[in-house]
Nanobody, 118 residues
């Protein structure tokens, strides 16, 4: 199982950008799909983005398509989420996830708060 640690969350203004990073420990990182899930207060968890094991395929929720970009560096055991054109509705705790798909993942990070002010 992967151990995942997120960083890069914080406060941004609407229209601004943030970049989340997720450092993974474990020898199998380069063989696993990775993803980002978010949960806003009082709402259910929402799939944000996913990337396959070698970065050749990426998938996005309609709500973030064209604004967010998921990428990975297998040499550094790290996955990223570049978030541009942020909106207040992007405010949530963002979780890095590994080895799974959609909303079902074997590994979860502790989460990082992203707050977007209007």
């Amino acid at each position: 199982q992967l151990q995942l640690v997120e960083s890069g969350g914080g406060l941004a203004q609407a229209g601004g950008s943030l970049r989340l990073s997720c450092a993974a420990s474990g020898r199998t990182f380069s063989t696993k799909g990775m993803g980002w899930i978010r949960q806003a207060p009082g709402k259910e968890r929402e799939f944000v983005a996913a990337i396959n094991y070698n970065g050749g395929s990426t998938y996005y929720a309609d709500s973030v398509k064209g604004r967010f970009t998921i990428s990975r560096d297998n040499a550094k055991n790290t996955v990223y989420l570049q978030m541009n054109s942020l909106k207040p509705e992007d405010t949530a705790v963002y979780y890095c996830t590994g080895d799974g798909w959609g909303l079902t993942w074997s590994s979860w990070g502790q989460g990082t708060q992203v707050t977007v002010s209007s």
